[in-house]
């Protein structure tokens, strides 16, 4: 079969499936309007490590986040409350350190106190929220942390 007469062919499929009135095209819900691609809800990473009475660390990953937009993040953990300073997003990504290691506070992380990790008997040691610019929480996450 020549290239045209597949062309021709292909075309007369679609005109056909276009004009049936059983099977009418929806699009699908689960569907951006951009391009077809899947839209996703913002996510948020949670990892931290806490090295009793001597070290805490948390790291908090925002994916599927509004591009161009600057976002802040909102670490607890027990009593404990910090906050980092806005960021923008790189993609549609942006990170954020908690740590009291002043070497890390030096490299940019939010300063914690050591003791900061609390150590829970059930349920999450760390929750994080990533707020955008209007202060408005996008993504949230939480994690156990690994205690060392």
């Not at 391009?35 to 925002?62: F, H, M, Q, Y």
């Not at 404990?80 to 997003?89: I, K, L």
């Not at 994080?128 to 156990?144: E, F, K, Q, T, Y």
């Amino acid at each position: 079969m020549s290239r045209l007469a597949a062309a021709a062919l292909l075309l007369t499929s679609i005109v056909a499936c276009s004009t049936d009135s059983r099977a009418p095209f929806e699009p699908s819900t689960d569907l951006a309007v951009s391009g077809g691609v899947s839209a996703s809800a913002a996510t948020a990473l949670v990892r931290c490590e806490v090295r009793t009475g001597r070290r805490s660390k948390i790291s908090v990953d925002g994916n599927n986040l509004a591009i161009g937009g600057s976002y802040s993040a909102r670490v607890r953990s027990g009593g404990n409350t910090a906050s980092s300073p806005m960021a923008a997003a790189i993609g549609d990504e942006a990170e954020f350190d908690f740590d009291s290691n002043p070497a890390d506070i030096a490299q940019g992380a939010t300063a914690i106190a050591r003791s900061f990790i609390a150590v829970q008997a059930s349920g999450p040691d760390v929750t994080a929220d990533i707020l955008n610019a209007s202060g408005v929480v996008v993504a949230s996450g939480a994690a156990d942390c690994r205690v060392r």
